[in-house]
């Protein structure tokens, strides 16, 4: 049987759906990231698109070109109280990144890995059994 989680948004307008295990679980630490989430840095935790069911009323996107690749980088959002719900991203076609603290439960989410690293705040301290990548990952293959 697959495993199946479930989130949504601070309203809950919008819920979403996720089954199987994710293909991996990350944090990033991008200055686009920070001013995404408000916080210090973004837990993407990454699903095949057809994983990922949504459910619910005023799911918006906002569309960003990366400063470094220009790349567009796909914000899903809740269009009644603004919660980033989840990420498309033109380097990954076929992948949505659900952002970790949008499940119900995140507590079961393993971190692989830390990217751009190089943005982080000064008083990050990354363990030490996850990889740390200064800038994003490897190119898909």
């Not at 295990?21 to 920070?34: I, K, Y």
């Not at 989840?86 to 949008?102: A, D, L």
């Not at 119900?104 to 990050?124: C, E, F, G, V, Y």
Request: net charge neutral.
């Amino acid at each position: 049987m697959a495993e199946v989680h479930e989130g949504g948004c601070l309203c809950g307008a919008i819920r979403y759906r996720v089954k199987d295990s994710p293909l991996r679980a990350g944090v990033c630490h991008c200055t686009f990231c920070q001013r995404r989430t408000g916080s210090a840095f973004g837990i993407n935790v990454h699903f095949d698109k057809e994983n990922v069911e949504v459910t619910g009323d005023g799911l918006k996107t906002f569309e960003h070109h990366s400063d470094e690749s220009n790349r567009w980088v796909r914000v899903h959002f809740c269009d009644r109280c603004g919660t980033t719900v989840m990420v498309s991203v033109e380097k990954h076609p076929g992948i949505r990144f659900v952002m970790g603290g949008t499940l119900d439960d995140p507590n079961w989410i393993k971190i692989s890995k830390h990217i751009w690293t190089r943005s982080a705040q000064r008083w990050m301290v990354f363990p030490e059994s996850v990889d740390c990548l200064e800038k994003g990952g490897p190119e898909p293959t």
